[in-house]
């Protein structure tokens, strides 16, 4: 994250210490420590966290929830951070995970009340989504690509002219966009 928005980055995109503590204390739960440095150093950034055409963002801390009896989802045990309110996609991890350094992603969706496996990895999880914000949106001069067709990366650099200096960070989710 840090080499994304090298040039770009400004102490104010953080969460205080205080802030994210007030936010365990109101859900009595204590976050993986990849929740906690993300939302230090990230949690307001408006590189990331602005309305998405269609793509998953994160939640502003004061916005975590653990569903309710009225959350569609028939499982509750979730700590919900980041969604697609277009397609009312909500992404979290199981409270029992909570404890794990880099805990697996679940998927929920409006339609189907079950809870599916998105990522296995927390970290590559909030890595990948915010450079798909950041390059898809168009936010900062980033390109992506989605493994969707029989192109590489090295296709791509060869066609557009895409210097060798690029990083390539794979994507492992269960459920590709």
């Given at each position: 994250?840090?080499?994304?928005?090298?040039?770009?980055?400004?102490?104010?995109?953080g969460?205080?210490e205080?802030?994210?503590?007030?936010?365990?204390?109101?859900?009595?739960?204590?976050?993986?420590?990849?929740?906690?440095?993300?939302?230090?150093?990230?949690?307001?950034?408006?590189?990331?966290?602005?309305?998405?055409?269609?793509?998953?963002?994160?939640l502003?801390?004061?916005?975590?929830?653990?569903?309710?009896e009225?959350?569609?989802?028939?499982?509750?045990?979730y700590?919900?951070?980041?969604?697609?309110?277009?397609?009312?996609?909500?992404?979290?991890?199981?409270?029992?995970?909570?404890?794990?350094?880099?805990?697996?992603?679940?998927?929920?969706?409006?339609?189907?009340?079950d809870?599916?496996?998105?990522?296995?990895?927390?970290?590559?999880?909030?890595?990948?989504?915010?450079?798909?914000?950041?390059?898809?949106?168009?936010?900062?001069?980033?390109?992506v690509?989605?493994?969707?067709?029989?192109?590489?990366?090295?296709?791509?650099?060869?066609?557009?002219?895409?210097?060798?200096?690029?990083?390539?960070?794979?994507?492992?989710?269960t459920?590709?966009?």
């Open positions: 994250m840090e080499e994304l928005l090298s040039g770009h980055y400004h102490e104010s995109f969460n205080s205080g802030e994210i503590a007030e936010k365990e204390a109101e859900l009595e739960i204590i976050f993986p420590t990849i929740i906690r440095d993300y939302y230090k150093k990230y949690g307001r950034c408006h590189y990331i966290t602005q309305n998405c055409n269609n793509q998953y963002e994160p502003l801390l004061q916005e975590f929830f653990i569903p309710g009225d959350f569609f989802t028939y499982d509750k045990d700590l919900v951070f980041y969604q697609c309110v277009e397609s009312v996609i909500y992404c979290g991890i199981k409270i029992s995970d909570l404890r794990l350094d880099d805990p697996p992603v679940y998927i929920c969706v409006w339609d189907k009340p809870w599916y496996l998105e990522n296995h990895s927390l970290s590559n999880f909030l890595v990948c989504k915010a450079l798909i914000q950041i390059a898809v949106e168009g936010r900062l001069p980033y390109w690509y989605f493994e969707e067709n029989m192109w590489g990366l090295s296709d791509y650099r060869k066609a557009w002219q895409i210097c060798d200096d690029s990083i390539e960070v794979n994507e492992t989710t459920t590709p966009a």
